[in-house]
């Protein structure tokens, strides 16, 4: 008999009776006309949500007027559980959502997706014993003149499950990572290609995380400061304390399920891509992302994802990236964010091969 395929286990059963109660909280014109959307002065910060549980967030969309150039690196997400102070999601909105150059493109995943024109979605289930909070903080210096939005959650009658873990999200960038070297022709030169690292020393930290839990995948983006491939560092994590890594891959590319440089083209899947892959120089963009589902990656006392920036962190270019996992509550404070203008992606004069600090050259085309 043929095996039936299964559906993950937030996604509700169809074939079965479900009894959570639905709910949407959205920017819809409480008058009932067509005011749908909100605005948000500079420095403000609205609230999106405010309930309580035992629930489940099962889906999240934005979409955003806002003329100011990089608002998406401006405008900040953040999501409390339980009452919570320090919040378990913060990013910037676009980088939440995989836009971390700043700029709109469409692509698609099993968990994160931004359809035509400018719909940011997200699918990541996020459980909560008694209170979810949702907000959106304008740090441009301009409205935004028109915030959509939806979230659909359901609440329960009964509490959660023992154990449950909650969502996190952390951005992080380097602007730029510092590379131990500018004295390369390429990257073969044998000074270069053949530094060994074996402890992960000076890595581009994804995320940290103290308690228990299990890493569910990262997005990131990456402007080059130099030319040539941008992606010969290795993946390496860190579980419950390990002075070296226990997990080590074998390049960049790879950790993101491409090869060879992604042949130069975009391309998006369920679980991993590249929906923006630029030319091998100075002033390209790249955009790539992997999920976990297949295996979350647990850890029970501390975790640390990491990847080099270049072979044995030889290369200068920069990262901007979104870490998401699970954990058990409370959670350790993230590090603060980057001032608003530090989040601007710009080249920086970091000298090697190409190093030409100037405004960042047109965006490639995305898949």
Avoid: C
């Amino acid at each position: 008999m043929m095996a039936v395929a299964q559906s993950h286990d937030w996604e509700p059963d169809l074939t079965k009776q479900q009894t959570y109660t639905p709910h949407r909280a959205s920017s819809t014109d409480p008058l009932g006309a067509n005011a749908d959307a909100r605005r948000v002065a500079p420095g403000e910060t609205y609230t999106v949500l405010d309930t309580d549980g035992p629930g489940t967030i099962s889906h999240i969309w934005f979409t955003i007027a806002d003329n100011e150039p990089f608002h998406l690196k401006r405008i900040v997400l953040r999501i409390y559980w339980d009452g919570e102070t320090s919040p378990s999601v913060e990013a910037p909105i676009g980088d939440f959502f995989g836009l971390g150059l700043g700029e709109y493109y469409n692509w698609e995943s099993e968990l994160l997706s931004v359809g035509s024109d400018k719909g940011m979605n997200s699918f990541f289930p996020m459980p909560y014993a008694h209170h979810a909070k949702i907000t959106v903080t304008n740090e441009g210096k301009t409205p935004i003149f028109s915030l959509y939005y939806n979230v659909d959650y359901r609440t329960y009658s009964h509490s959660l499950p023992s154990g449950t873990l909650y969502f996190h999200a952390q951005y992080r960038q380097a602007q730029p990572n510092r590379g131990w070297t500018t004295d390369f022709e390429n990257n073969g030169t044998p000074s270069f290609n053949n530094k060994p690292n074996l402890d992960g020393k000076d890595n581009y930290v994804w995320m940290e995380a103290k308690g228990h839990g299990q890493f569910a995948g990262v997005t990131m983006s990456v402007v080059q400061n130099q030319d040539y491939w941008w992606g010969e560092g290795d993946d390496m994590f860190f579980i419950d304390g390990e002075d070296k890594p226990s997990i080590v891959g074998t390049g960049t590319e790879d950790y993101f399920l491409g090869a060879w440089d992604f042949g130069g083209h975009p391309f998006s899947y369920r679980l991993y891509g590249a929906p923006v892959v630029g030319d091998e120089k100075a002033g390209s963009r790249s955009s790539v992302y992997r999920f976990h589902l297949d295996q979350p990656i647990p850890f029970s006392k501390s975790f640390k994802a990491t990847i080099e920036h270049g072979t044995a962190n030889g290369r200068s270019d920069n990262f901007y990236s979104v870490a998401y996992w699970y954990q058990a509550e409370p959670h350790e404070a993230f590090p603060p964010l980057p001032p608003v203008d530090q989040r601007i992606p710009e080249l920086q004069p970091v000298g090697g091969p190409g190093s030409n600090p100037g405004p960042l050259p047109p965006a490639p085309a995305a898949n």
